[in-house]
C-alpha cells in the first residue's frame, strides 16, 4: 500500500466554512490571549511564568557572558514539581516559576502561530513572535541545552528525573515548534536552536559506555524528532527518536534505576509511562493517556521511515486496544482520573471520566501516522469522532474557555460535592495552570488541512471532508461542503498544467452504513479499497458530487461496557448528539427514549450561532411514590412505572456548556 | 409517650432459632479467634499488639513503682498513626505498635465475651477473660489514665491531638466492654477501671479555666458515658457526656485550634468529624459514618435523659437525613469511601460505596435509642432492615471472615484494576488490621436482645421478633416465631405471679403494608399507634398468633437516587435479595426482569445450610451487534433489543460471597 504525507500547509487554501470558523477564533482569540497569559497578564488567571522564566535564565546566560570564568552556576536544589513564589504577582526576577514543563506553553504557542501564519500571514503577530523567539534563544546555555527549570535551578541534575522532569518533553514541544514556525515563515532561528537541542541530546543518550540509558518519562520527543529529520533533512534526529523507542521497557527498567521505589510499585509506575514492557511487546494501550498515544504516534511515525513489520504490528495492536476496549463514543480516552489514564477494556464510566482533550488530540495524531502508512477508514473514522466531539468540546464556542476533563453525563451538583467527579467540571475554565488543552486544541485546529488530506505522487487522500482549493500535479482541485452538518461533498477539478496524473482517495464513512452516491465519475471507474473509493481525476474539467448518506441514528456500545448497558447515544453523521438541562429539565437520568420513534431536524440557537438541533418523542420516568414505603422514605414498593410523554432536544455534544451550567448526557436509556 | 429501657440482657432467654446460631458462631468462632488475634497468635492476620501494648505499658508501671522518684518516664516523640516494628514477628518488648487506638480491640472484644457469658456461662472464657483485665489494669496510671499509646510513648503529649488519636475513643470503647463484663458476670474490676479513666478525664475537660475546652476526634464516649452512669448511677459521668455534646461544634472550633492549617481546610474536616456546627444546629448527617451515628446514638441518650425539646428535634433531623437521603435499601450508611463517609443527599452509589458494617451497626444503636424515647415503627423497621442485611452480610457463614465495606453491586475484576474500586472487596477477609468490624458484629450479636426488646414499668415492646422466653410483671411471656424466613409470631402468656397490669406493644413492620392477622386478642382491644399494636394481656394463659404477610414484592428507591433509576430490588419481609453469578452466569448487569411475572420461592444450599431463595423469569439482554459498525468495533448501529428468557434466582444479600468469588447485585434493570 502507498503511503502518503500531508500537503504542505502553505499550499492549501481552508475554504471550509466551519473550520474557517475554528481558525479564525484560534487566531483572534486563543492566540492573543495565549500570550497574555505566558507573560501573567491576565490577573483571572493563574500566572504561567512561562516568560518570566526563560527572560531569568536569559539574564543568567548573560552574566555568564559577562563574567567568564569568574561566573559560579547555581547549584542545583529541588524545588518541587511546581514552585510558587510567596507573592504570586511579585515573583523574583531570577528566579524559576510554574511547572517543571512549563517552557512547552511557549512552544504550543508558537506551534499555533506558525501555522496560523502559514496560511494568515500577520505583521503584527509575527513581530510579537520574533521576540518571544529572541527572549527564548537568550536562555540557551552555550552546549545548546534549554530547559529553563534547570538552567535556573543548577545544571548540575540535569537529565537525572527523566522519569518526572520534562526535559525531554520541552526538547519535543520545541521541535514542534520550531518546526512550524519555520514552516509557515520560512524564518529558522528558533529551529536552529531547537536542533542544538537535539544534539545535545543526542550527545548524552544511548546504550553506549557513558552515555544514558534512559528515555523520556512523557512522550512527544519521539514523534517530534522524526518530523524535525524530515524537515532538515539530517538523520541523526530519526536516530534519536529510533533510540528512544528502542529502548523503552527495555530490561532493566530505567525508571526504577532512576527512583528505587518499594517493590510492587516500580511495574506500576512504568506501565504509567508505557515502559514497562518493550514498546514491540506491548498489546494494550495502558498508562497515561496523553502519553500513550504520543509514544503510539512516535512508533507509527518510526514504523512508516523504517517499514519495521514488527513495530506496524504493534501499532495495530495499540490502536484496536485503544478505539475497540477503551475509547468514549465522542473519541475520548481515559477512563479513569486518577492518573489521568486508562482504565482496564470496557470500563468506560460516563460521569466519572477523563476523557482529556489533550488525549483525544494525541489520538488524532496516531490516527494521522496510521492513514499515512495504510489509508484505511479506521483510522479517518475515528479521527473524524474524536475531531468533531471529545476534541472541540473542549473549547467554548467564544474561544474564551475550554475543558480539560470531557464527560458524557454531568450532574453540576455531583461535581461540587462528590470528591470522585470534583476533577470533572460542569462549565469551561478560564485558563489552567497546566495549560496543555487550550494551546493544544489551538495547534491541532491551526493545521487541520495535516489531517484532512495527505498525498503522495499520484494521489491525494480526502480522509476528512475540508473545504479547501489545493492543486496537484497541474491539476486545480476544490472541494466543497458542509460538514458536519450535511453529507454532500462536491469536488470540482481542472486540468491546468497537468505533470502527470492524479488519483483521488475519499474516505467511505462508517457513518453512512455504504450508503452514498457518486455523480460525475464513471461508477465502472470507481474502485472501492479498505473503505476509499479510488478513482481517476478526469482529463477534462469535472465537477464531482458526492452525497454520503447522513441521517440520525441511535447508536449501542459493545455490551462488555457495563456503564451503557440498556441505553443508546443519538449520532448524526460524525456527530455524537447530548440532552443539556436548559433545553429538557433537569434529571435528566429520568428521560428515556423509544428508539422506533422518528427523529426530527430542526435548529437551535447556541450563543448566536444557529445549529441543527435534533427533537425526538420520549418519556419522562415519575416513578410512582403510592407504594407503600419499605424502611423508610427512600424506598417503596414498585408499582409500575409512571411515565410522561415528552419531547426530547439534543444538540451536538461539542456545543454543550455553552448557555450556563446545567445536566448534561450523552447516553438515555431505552424506554421500559 | 412513655420512655422505654432493654431488658436485663440475663433475664431473657434467647430461643430464636435464628439468632441463636449467631450468637453460638460469635461464642465459639469469633471471640476465640479474636483473642488469639490480639495476642498476635494468627499467622495469616496482620499482628494486631493489643495485648502486647497493655502488657508493655503494665512492665513500665511496674518499673515506675520499683524506682519511685528515680523513675524517668518516657518523653513523647511522635510515632505516626500506626505504627510497626521492623520484624512484625518479633515487636521490641517494651514499644507501642499498632494504631493509635490499638487498645479499643481489647475492649471491644471483652465486651462481645461479656455479652456472652451473661446468656451463656463458660468457665474457660471467663477465666481467660480475667487474666486478660489483670493485665489491662496493670497498664493503667496511678492517675487513672489508660491508653497505652501515650502511657509508652510519653504521657507529656496526652489529650494534645483529641481530633486524631482516639484517646478518648478508647475510653469509649472500655466503658462499654467493661459495663457489658460488669453486667455479663457482675465483677466489677474493669468497670471500676473505666470508672477511674473517665474521673481522669472529668478532671481534665471544660470550658472553665485550665481545661481542655476539647471533645472526642471519634465518638463513643457520648453514649458509653451515660450508660456508665446508667449503671453506677454516678451522675458525673452523664455531665462529662454532656459537656462532651453541648462543647462540640462550638466556635471557636476545637480542632482547628489544635490543628491549625491552611483556609479553607477546617471546615471540611470538621464536617468529616460533625464538628462544624453546634449539633442542635446541624440537620444533615455529614462526614465519618460511623463517628456520625455514634454521636447521635450519644445525643439521643442525652435526650431522653434531660428531654431538650431542641436535641430531640436535632436527632430527629439527623435520623431522617441519614435513613430518607443516605440510607442504601441494606441499610447501609456512608455513599463515599473518601472519609468513609456520607456522600452528598440521594448519592448512593451501588458499586463504589463504602456502607462500612460498623456504620450500620452505629445505625442501630441510634435507631435503638431512638425507640427508647419514642415507639415508632420507623426506627425499628430500619433496624430491622440493617440487621438482616447490610451488617450480617459482614459475617461468613462460618465465622471465620468479614467484609468492612458492604457494596450493592460487585464485579471482582473491577474490585481488583479499578483503583475507584478497590476498597471494595468481592469477598470476605480474615482480618484487619483496624478490626472495628469484626468485633462489633461480636457485641451487637452477643446483645441482640436489647434492641429487639424495650421495656417500661408497664408496657413490654416487641420492636423485632426475637424468640425469647422471659418475666415481666409476674408475667411469663413466650415469644417463638422463625424470622426472617416467615411472618409469623406466637406469643404465648402466663400469669404467674402478677405484680401489675402488662401491656404488650407490637410492632407492625412496614414490610406487610399493614397485611397482618391477629388471634388470641379481641381486635376491638387492640390499639394501633405510630406502627406498633397495643394490647393487654389476658389473665388468663393465651397465645397470640400474629401473622404477618411476608411476601416477596419489588421495591424501588426514589428516583432522586439517580445510581437506581430503572431498576429494582426484590426484598421478603425484611430481607433483600440479590443475584449471584454461582446462580446467574457473569453479566450480571444484561439480565433485566418483569416485575409483573411471579416471584416463586425455592430453596438453596449455602455453605450446609437451606435457605430461602427466590425465583422469577426474565431476560438476560444481548445487545444485537448485527448494526452497522460506528467509527469503531466498540459502537454499532441500534438494531433493537435482543433478549434471551432466563430464570433467576435471588439468595438473600447477607449471605453473598459465602460460595466462592463472583459477580453480585442488589438493583436489577426492569425489563425494556
Redo the contacts between chains.
Keep these: 500500500m502507498p503511503m502518503s504525507h500531508p500537503i504542505d500547509i502553505r499550499k492549501i487554501h481552508i475554504t471550509d466554512p466551519f473550520w474557517s470558523k475554528k481558525r479564525d477564533l484560534i487566531r483572534k482569540e486563543v492566540i492573543p490571549y495565549q500570550w497574555e497569559i505566558l507573560n501573567d497578564r491576565v490577573p483571572e488567571a493563574s500566572p504561567s511564568y512561562c516568560m518570566h522564566n526563560f527572560r531569568a535564565a536569559g539574564r543568567l546566560a548573560q552574566r555568564k557572558q559577562e563574567l567568564g570564568s569568574a561566573f559560579e552556576p547555581p547549584k542545583y536544589t529541588y524545588r518541587g514539581f511546581q514552585v510558587l513564589p510567596e507573592d504570586p504577582r511579585a515573583p523574583k526576577e531570577d528566579e524559576f516559576y510554574g511547572f517543571v514543563f512549563q517552557d512547552s506553553d511557549f512552544s504550543k504557542w508558537i506551534e499555533a502561530v506558525g501555522y496560523s501564519l502559514a496560511t494568515q500571514p500577520d505583521v503584527e503577530l509575527e513581530k510579537v513572535a520574533d521576540e518571544a523567539i529572541d527572549i527564548v534563544c537568550r536562555a540557551q546555555t552555550e552546549d545548546g541545552y534549554l530547559d529553563t527549570y534547570y538552567i535556573i535551578n543548577g545544571m548540575d541534575k540535569v537529565f537525572t528525573n527523566l522519569r518526572d522532569h520534562h526535559e525531554l518533553y520541552c526538547l519535543g514541544h520545541l521541535i514542534e515548534g520550531a518546526v512550524a514556525y519555520y514552516e509557515g515563515t520560512g524564518k529558522d532561528k528558533l529551529l536552529r536552536a531547537a536542533m542544538r537541542f537535539a544534539d545535545y541530546v543526542a550527545e548524552r543518550f544511548g546504550t553506549e559506555e557513558g552515555k544514558i540509558p534512559g528515555y523520556p518519562g512523557h512522550e512527544i520527543a519521539e514523534m517530534a524528532l522524526f518530523r524535525l529529520s524530515e524537515v532538515t533533512g539530517e538523520e541523526k534526529y530519526a536516530k534519536l527518536a529510533e533510540y528512544f523507542i528502542d529502548q523503552r521497557g527495555q530490561a532493566p527498567l530505567y525508571f526504577d534505576k532512576e527512583h528505587p521505589t518499594p517493590k510492587g510499585e516500580p511495574y506500576k509506575i512504568d506501565y504509567y509511562h508505557q515502559a514497562h514492557i518493550p514498546v514491540r511487546q506491548q498489546k494494550e494501550a495502558v498508562g497515561h493517556a496523553v502519553r500513550a498515544v504520543y509514544l503510539y504516534s512516535g512508533m507509527a511515525d518510526m514504523a512508516r521511515k523504517t517499514g519495521d513489520p514488527e513495530l506496524l504490528e504493534a501499532c495495530r495492536r495499540l490502536w484496536?486496544s485503544t478505539?475497540?476496549?477503551k475509547?468514549y463514543?465522542t473519541?475520548g480516552i481515559g477512563g479513569?482520573h486518577?492518573g489521568e489514564a486508562f482504565?482496564?477494556p470496557y470500563?468506560l464510566p460516563n460521569d466519572?471520566d477523563y476523557a482529556e482533550t489533550c488525549a483525544s488530540i494525541g489520538l488524532v495524531f496516531f490516527a494521522r501516522r496510521m492513514l499515512q502508512i495504510e489509508a484505511k477508514r479506521?483510522y479517518a473514522?475515528?479521527m473524524?469522532?474524536a475531531l468533531f466531539n471529545g476534541i472541540l468540546s473542549g473549547i467554548a464556542m467564544d474561544g474564551k474557555s475550554f475543558f480539560y476533563v470531557n464527560p458524557l453525563e454531568v450532574?453540576p451538583?455531583?461535581c461540587k460535592?462528590?470528591?470522585?467527579k470534583m476533577h470533572v467540571k460542569p462549565v469551561r475554565q478560564k485558563w489552567f495552570g497546566c495549560a496543555c488543552c487550550p494551546p493544544n486544541i489551538a495547534r491541532l485546529v491551526a493545521s487541520i488541512s495535516n489531517y484532512a488530506y495527505t498525498e503522495n505522487d499520484d494521489t491525494l487522500f480526502l480522509h476528512l471532508y475540508l473545504g479547501a482549493d489545493l492543486k496537484k500535479n497541474g491539476y486545480r482541485i476544490s472541494v466543497t461542503g458542509s460538514f458536519p452538518e450535511e453529507g454532500d461533498l462536491v469536488i470540482r477539478t481542472e486540468a491546468e498544467d497537468v505533470v502527470s496524473d492524479l488519483k483521488l482517495a475519499v474516505r467511505i464513512p462508517?457513518?453512512c452504513?455504504?450508503q452514498y452516491s457518486v455523480e460525475g465519475v464513471d461508477a465502472g471507474k470507481i474502485e472501492i479499497r479498505d473503505g476509499y473509493m479510488y478513482f481517476d481525476v478526469p482529463k477534462a474539467s469535472s465537477e464531482i458530487r458526492i452525497r454520503f448518506t447522513m441521517q440520525a441514528?441511535?447508536?449501542?456500545?459493545?455490551?462488555k461496557?457495563?456503564e451503557d448497558?440498556?441505553q443508546?447515544a443519538l449520532?448524526r453523521g460524525?456527530v455524537v448528539y447530548c440532552v443539556e438541562e436548559v433545553d429538557n429539565g433537569s434529571?435528566l437520568?429520568?428521560l428515556?427514549i423509544d428508539?422506533e420513534s422518528p427523529v426530527l431536524e430542526s435548529r437551535t440557537d447556541i450563543e448566536g450561532v444557529s445549529v441543527k438541533s435534533l427533537e425526538v418523542d420520549g418519556y419522562r420516568?415519575?416513578?410512582s411514590?403510592e407504594?407503600?414505603?419499605?424502611?423508610?422514605?427512600?424506598?417503596?414498593?414498585?408499582q409500575?412505572?409512571e411515565k410522561t410523554p415528552c419531547r426530547i432536544k439534543l444538540i451536538p455534544y461539542r456545543l454543550w456548556a455553552n448557555r450556563g451550567e446545567g445536566e448534561m448526557r450523552v447516553y438515555l436509556?431505552?424506554?421500559?
Design positions: 484496536k478505539v475497540t476496549e475509547m463514543i473519541g479513569t486518577l482504565s482496564f470500563d466519572t479506521e473514522d475515528v473524524e469522532l450532574i451538583e455531583a460535592l462528590d470528591e470522585r462508517s457513518w452504513e455504504e441514528k441511535w447508536v449501542v456500545a459493545d455490551r461496557v457495563a448497558r440498556g443508546v449520532v460524525p434529571e437520568g429520568s428515556c428508539p420516568i415519575v416513578s411514590e407504594g407503600a414505603e419499605y424502611a423508610s422514605g427512600l424506598y417503596h414498593t414498585y409500575g412505572v436509556p431505552l424506554m421500559r
